[in-house]
């Protein structure tokens, strides 16, 4: 599968924005979805994750209750709202698909390129 990830760009803190990934080439419910980060001089790190259904919902402690993950199966696109941004929220954003939340949390299958949000503070 294809995944082209959308939407970054800067914004103030405080400020909202929203992701969006876009998947290609297999069907897109057969796959949970993840979004992660990558700061300057960091590892890359786990935001978010979704199963196939959208039912279930996961996120890291950092963002939970600033950021939304979901999805619409129709138009094989997983989103990542996010509210209240800090500057530390600063990094490239990448999105990821795997076989289950449990394999996309830990090691994705497939990933998109990514995409660089930056907040100011």
């Known amino acids: 599968v294809q995944l082209q990830a959308s939407g970054g760009g800067l914004v103030q803190a405080g400020g909202s924005l929203t992701l969006s990934c876009t998947a290609s080439?297999?069907?897109?419910?057969?796959?949970?979805m993840g979004w992660f980060r990558q700061a300057p001089g960091k590892e890359r790190e786990y935001v978010a994750a979704?199963?196939?259904?959208?039912?279930?919902?996961y996120y890291a402690d950092s963002v939970k209750g600033r950021f939304t993950i979901s999805r619409d199966n129709a138009k094989n696109t997983v989103y990542l709202q996010m509210n209240s941004l800090k500057p530390e929220d600063t990094a490239v954003y990448y999105c990821?698909?795997?076989?289950?939340?449990?394999?996309?949390?830990?090691?994705?299958?497939?990933w998109g390129q990514g995409t660089q949000v930056t907040v100011s503070s």
């Open positions: 080439g297999r069907a897109f419910t057969n796959y949970a």
């Open positions: 990821g698909a795997g076989a289950s939340t449990s394999v996309v949390v830990s090691h994705p299958d497939y």
């Open positions: 979704i199963s196939w259904s959208g039912v279930s919902t």
